[in-house]
């Protein structure tokens, strides 16, 4: 195969298409459990009821991402964006630099570690949460009849404090990608919705394909209804 041409962009295959659904699918859930969890006093327990149900749809797409950042394609796993502090502090340098941010292909160093926080945090909040009975609700958890009181009650410190931190980390995820399009003139949103950036001489990345990522999803949908119907 003749080397690709350096010198012209050309759409290249970037993200696969069970990231793109693991990730717009993410964000309609975590806004839903956001707002049903702390609004849950105006509007009712069968929202609670709700928040519920969505974290643990939250939950099965963590356990489909952590198993996707292993078979995924090249940009989607870990091994392909997770970079040592040298490569960081580069891409730091070069970012204060005047000249627009070189592209990446994948996530850059700096994004990397940006997703791995976003991660750690939604799977501290999802597993506080399992954690968690709240009677004036009339819901319960499928941990929460292994533990004390003392447990739930810390527990429940423990899923209001990762809010508050999925929330900044969120909130600085947004801003990152607002300072990209307009500082560095890179939108990087299309490419989550259509897979492809304009690269040059970057070959499309392969693997990722749909079926696995419907396998892998429905395996780890399973984990979870074993987790909440039969422990
Ligand atoms: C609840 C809100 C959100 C959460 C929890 C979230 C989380 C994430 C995660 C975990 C990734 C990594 C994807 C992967 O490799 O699997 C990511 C990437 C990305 N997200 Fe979000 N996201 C949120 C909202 C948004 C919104 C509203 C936008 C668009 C405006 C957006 C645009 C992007 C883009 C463009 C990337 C790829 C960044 C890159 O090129 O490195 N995200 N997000």
């Not at 295959?13 to 993410?26: C, G, I, M």
Request: aromatic share 10%; net charge positive.
């Amino acid at each position: 195969m003749p080397a690709p041409d350096p010198s012209e962009t050309r759409p290249t295959r970037v993200w696969d298409l069970p990231t793109r659904l693991f990730h717009w699918s993410l964000v309609v859930l975590v806004v839903f459990n956001g707002i049903t969890g702390q609004f849950a006093a105006d509007l009712g327990s069968d929202w609670m009821a709700r928040h519920l149900l969505s974290g643990y749809a939250i939950l099965a797409l963590i356990l489909f991402r952590l198993v996707w950042g292993f078979v995924g394609n090249r940009h989607a796993r870990f091994a392909g964006f997770v970079r040592g502090p040298r490569a960081v502090l580069a891409y730091l340098a070069a970012l204060r630099g005047r000249a627009a941010a070189v592209t990446h292909a994948g996530h850059n160093p700096l994004g990397g570690w940006s997703v791995m926080a976003m991660l750690a945090a939604l799977t501290v909040q999802v597993g506080s949460g399992l954690f968690l009975s709240d009677e004036d609700y009339g819901v319960e958890a499928p941990l929460a009849k292994h533990v004390a009181n003392k447990t739930i009650d810390l527990m429940g410190s423990v899923h209001e404090a990762a809010f508050w931190a999925l929330l900044a980390l969120v909130a600085t995820h947004l801003a990152a990608i607002a300072f990209y399009r307009v500082a560095k003139k890179e939108n990087l949103v299309r490419p989550m919705l259509t897979g492809d950036k304009a690269l040059a001489g970057v070959e499309a990345a392969r693997g990722g394909p749909a079926w696995l990522g419907a396998l892998v999803f429905a395996l780890a949908g399973c984990a979870v209804w074993y987790l909440v119907n039969r422990i």
